[in-house]
């Protein structure tokens, strides 16, 4: 018997074939993407792994059509990026909260359903209240941003980025700006999150052993012009536990990352 898993969206989630990328910096041409092919399936965990400067966020913001590529496709969906970004298929988290000061941290949660009338078009999506339970801010609804904690507000960050309940999340070094422990935290609210919701998340960091512990896969970047080096599976299952930290598999792949990035 063939059981149907219920979705109707594709199977590939995000598709980029042959995408380039060159920005013109005052007349003289400066190529960020070379040639970048990759699929991630619905349900991946996948992050983006490479040196400063090299094209990560210009990647993600192709993605997010926020820029259009020089060369290349990318569907998200089986959709140009801007049809997907108009269903709001896409929720964006960056690396600073970028919330509104004046606002609530609930009235910025809800903020993207009140942008084109989205949440009265769409009134069964998850309520703001609930995402805020979701990240563990219950009780901070009615509160100003200035009075949440860094990682408080970046929590707060991707309730705002799962509001418009979209099947895909692109995150751009979330949890680049917080302390180690607050860090860890997070990551394992952010893993809780996606087994709860199992969406596909696209997500880039600096740090090896974050890619590693979050992601079902680990893309590692070149130097800029930014080319795909080496795409490594993480062999290891969900759930993940900080303990899994500690384990030879774990120093596998992580000192494999190492060497691709090195080389
Ligand atoms: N809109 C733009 N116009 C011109 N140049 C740009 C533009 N956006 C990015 N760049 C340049 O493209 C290169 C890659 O930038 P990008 O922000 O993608 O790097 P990154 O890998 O995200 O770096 P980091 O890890 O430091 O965040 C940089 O040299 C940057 O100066
Ligand atoms: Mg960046």
């Known amino acids: 018997m063939i059981v149907s898993e219920g ?6 989630s995000i598709a ?32 983006l792994l490479g040196p400063s400067g090299c094209g990560k966020s210009t ?7 926020i820029l259009s590529p020089t060369e290349g496709t990318i569907e998200v969906l089986g959709r140009s990026p801007g049809g997907a970004r108009r269903d709001r298929a896409l929720g964006m988290v960056f690396q600073q909260p970028v919330l509104l000061p004046w606002l609530s941290v609930e009235d910025n949660v809800a903020l993207p359903l009140r942008i084109g009338g989205w949440g009265k078009r769409h009134p069964s999506g998850p309520a703001p209240a609930a995402l805020l339970a979701l990240v563990g801010l219950q ?7 200035a009075q949440l904690s860094g990682g408080m507000q970046q929590r707060a960050a991707i309730a705002r980025a799962l509001v418009s309940d979209p099947p895909i999340l692109l995150m751009d070094e ?7 422990i607050t860090r860890d935290r997070l990551n394992e609210e952010l893993l809780r999150i996606w087994t709860e919701t199992r969406r596909t998340i696209l997500f880039v960091t600096h740090s090896i052993p974050e890619a590693v512990y979050l992601s079902s896969r680990v893309v590692v970047l070149s ?12 062999g290891m299952g969900y759930p993940r536990h900080p303990r899994m930290r500690d384990t030879g598999e774990f120093t596998r792949v992580t000192a494999a990352l190492r060497e691709a990035l090195e080389h």
Request: glycine letters at 8%; aromatic letters at 6%.
């Open 139 to 145: 009780g901070f609804e009615r509160v100003r941003p």
């Open 16 to 47: 980029l074939r042959g995408v380039s990328m060159t920005f013109d910096r005052g007349g003289e041409p400066l190529e960020v993407l070379r040639h970048v092919t990759l699929e991630i399936r619905r349900g991946e965990f996948v992050s």
């Open 223 to 234: 130097p800029r012009p930014a080319e795909i080096r080496r795409v490594v599976e993480v």
């Open 59 to 65: 990647l993600l913001r192709a993605v997010a059509d």
């Open 174 to 180: 979330p949890f680049g700006a917080l302390d180690a």
């Open 7 to 12: 979705h109707s969206e594709p199977a590939v």
